[in-house]
């Protein structure tokens, strides 16, 4: 089980980095790490499913294919939207969760 994951997160950040480089390659990364996460039951985290559209379940890369917006009200809640297929959607932050602590938020904002 262990060994699947350290699978998908390398998948993932493989697909991050490929975004800039090669569309395709990210996609096919991105696709395989979702496959394994199925095969073996796992959830994935938070920080790696955002990186999925809700609607149309391709791969978005903040800043490329998707926007992620952190709202700054009482109630935080973070506005995701997809560039391909234009879905947008809210996910609200509990007073205990921590923003995604994944690289992506690192690596884009650069
Ligand atoms: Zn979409």
């Not at 993932?12 to 395709?24: H, P, T, V």
């Amino acid at each position: 089980m262990e060994t699947a994951k350290e699978r998908i997160d390398i998948l993932i950040d493989n697909a991050l980095y490929y975004s800039k480089i090669d569309d395709e390659l990210s996609d096919d990364q991105a696709r395989l790490a979702k496959k394994i996460a199925m095969r073996v039951r796992t959830r994935l985290p938070y920080s790696i499913k955002q990186l999925f559209c809700k609607q149309c379940k391709e791969f978005i890369i903040p800043g490329k294919s998707s926007r992620i917006r952190i709202g700054r009200s009482n109630t935080r809640c973070i506005r995701i939207s997809c560039y391909r297929c234009g879905h947008i959607y809210r996910k609200l932050l509990s007073h205990q969760s921590r923003l995604p602590s994944h690289s992506l938020f690192v690596r884009v904002e650069k």
